[in-house]
């Protein structure tokens, strides 16, 4: 079966400093990989998307970024926090090719303060 | 472009009532339809997904969910909600036939009372 990690689950940031959040899927290859940031009463706010390593798509201009230096592995960066990057990440994966439906990580809680 | 439309932000149920979530979305031709529920501090659980054949689709945890293409909705329904049902449900849509991501609701926050 497939699982997917999220680390760490939960960190406390100062503004400025950088970031990293990592996303391993196991039982699985070639998935999509996608990025979320869930903010108080937003709803999912979709960051990136990849769909093969290397490949990276920008779904929100911003200070973050994202890699993807493995089939399964999914980074999430930053050079310097700012206070409105605070929010719970959420990572997710689908099978790939045309839309199938997302699998979700346990999520990151990132307080910038 | 698809969108998803949750209009209610807030719903508080009865404990043993029954339950119906509104999502309706827009999207130009068959879209895959999905229901997502989300426990405080948690990732989403998949509830149930439409792709084609029965508009009626049965998930888990006892929840249903009904196509209707007309009014372009895809509810959710229950027909006795439980405490453990409190929880923050997201409707999404994605696109049939070619590649794109999901585009999900703002969601609904689901209050038990006893």
């Known amino acids: 079966s497939q699982t997917i990690h999220q680390w760490p689950a939960t960190l406390v940031q100062p503004v400025g400093s950088p970031l990293s959040l990592e996303c391993t899927v196991e039982g699985t290859s070639n998935p999509n990989l996608y990025w979320y940031r869930q903010a108080a009463g937003r709803g999912l706010q979709l960051l990136f998307y990849?769909?093969?390593?290397?490949?990276i798509s920008s779904e929100v201009p911003q200070n973050l970024s994202a890699s993807r230096p493995q089939d399964r592995q999914f980074i999430l960066s930053s050079k310097k926090l700012l206070l409105s990057d605070s929010g719970f990440y959420l990572c997710?994966?689908?099978?790939?090719?045309?839309?199938?439906?997302?699998?979700f990580g346990p999520g990151t809680r990132l307080t910038v303060t | 472009a698809q969108s998803v439309t949750q209009p209610d932000i807030h719903i508080t149920v009865s404990e043993g009532a029954s339950l119906e979530l509104r999502c309706n979305y827009s999207?130009?031709?068959?879209?895959?339809l999905f229901w997502y529920v989300q426990s405080p501090g948690q990732g989403l659980q998949l509830l149930l997904k439409?792709?084609?054949?029965?508009?009626l689709v049965q998930g888990i945890k006892g929840f249903e969910a009904e196509f209707k293409r007309s009014q372009s909705s895809f509810n959710l329904r229950k027909p006795s909600v439980h405490w453990s049902d409190a929880a923050e449900y997201f409707c999404a849509v994605g696109a049939k036939g070619i590649y794109s991501t999901l585009t999900f609701g703002k969601g609904t926050m689901l209050l038990v009372s006893p």
């Open positions: 997710a994966w689908d099978r790939g090719g045309i839309s199938y439906e997302q699998y």
């Open positions: 999207y130009g031709a068959t879209p895959y």
């Open positions: 439409y792709f084609s054949g029965d508009t």
């Open positions: 990849s769909v093969g390593i290397g490949q």
